[in-house]
């Protein structure tokens, strides 16, 4: 069973910076595409962004790639999402999921990652 669990959220103000952290217990063909979503409360759930660990290629909407950015580092099994000039909307539980390949496109699929992590809380404040 493959196993997801981010790190790295906290509260930060509005324009700050924050890296979430999401280590994967390991890389199979159905968890070679990492990917974040967040959800804000009474709102629905939103693809930020994905990796294919493979080959290192990133997919998400254009929109959101202006204040975030995904990297991984192979070695140690983490995805990272690199959040700048965070805005007060930007306050959400983040997930890191895994998925096969074919969940890696624009607009990501929620339903086709197997697998979720806890989610970390992201607060913004002015």
């Known amino acids: 069973q493959v196993q997801v669990m981010e790190s790295g959220g906290g509260s930060v103000q509005t324009g700050g910076s924050l890296r979430l952290s999401c280590v994967i217990s390991e890389y199979t063909y159905k968890s070679n595409c990492i990917a974040w979503f967040r959800q804000a409360p009474g709102k629905e759930r939103e693809g930020i962004t994905a990796?294919?660990?493979?080959?290192?290629?990133?997919y998400g909407e254009d929109s959101m790639k202006q204040h975030f950015t995904i990297s991984q580092d192979k070695s140690k099994n983490t995805v990272y999402l690199q959040m700048n000039n965070l805005k007060l909307e930007d306050t959400a539980m983040y997930y890191c999921?895994?998925?096969?390949?074919?969940?890696?496109?624009?607009?990501?699929?929620?339903?086709?990652?197997?697998?979720w992590g806890q989610g970390t809380q992201v607060s913004v404040s002015s």
């Open positions: 990796i294919y660990t493979t080959a290192s290629t990133t």
């Open positions: 999921v895994a998925g096969p390949w074919s969940a890696c496109r624009a607009p990501l699929p929620a339903t086709e990652f197997f697998y």
